[in-house]
């Protein structure tokens, strides 16, 4: 399984990002995924995660009510909408699938907030 994402980028404070995450190869054996981010001398965080089906969705609470996770099974994308972004939500954002319990990596975006 491949992973790309796209869509970060530099945004003001209060604004809003959305990141995408196209899967490629043995989409089809992908069952939960989730985002990710890493800040400047920070540990990689979760900052949200959905179910294979997309009915189950969990969320940082950091980003609860801000950050909507979604995904597309029929397009293997899985989408990051970002609201009312913070300037301490600046990182690199990665995308995760998990497939028979081994999980894989986009190489990341960069989404930058500034104050």
Same mark, same amino acid.
């Given at each position: 399984?491949?992973? &790309? ?14 990141? #995408?995450?196209?899967?490629?190869? /043995?989409?089809? #054996? ?20 959905? /179910? ?23 397009? #293997? ?20 699938? &998990? ?11 960069? &989404?930058?907030?500034?104050?």
């Amino acid at each position: 399984v491949q992973l &790309v994402e796209s869509g970060g980028g530099l945004v003001q404070a209060g604004g809003s990002l959305r990141l #995408s995450c196209a899967a490629s190869g /043995s989409t089809f #054996s992908i069952n939960a995924m989730g985002w990710y981010r890493q800040a400047p001398g920070k540990q990689r965080e979760l900052v949200a995660v959905i /179910s294979s089906t997309g009915s189950v969705t969990n969320y940082a609470d950091s980003v609860k009510g801000r950050f909507t996770i979604s995904r597309d099974n029929a397009k #293997s994308t899985m989408d990051l909408q970002m609201n009312s972004l913070k300037p301490e939500d600046t990182g690199v954002y990665y995308c995760q699938a &998990v497939v028979h319990e081994r999980a894989y990596w986009g190489q990341g975006t960069q &989404v930058t907030v500034s104050s």
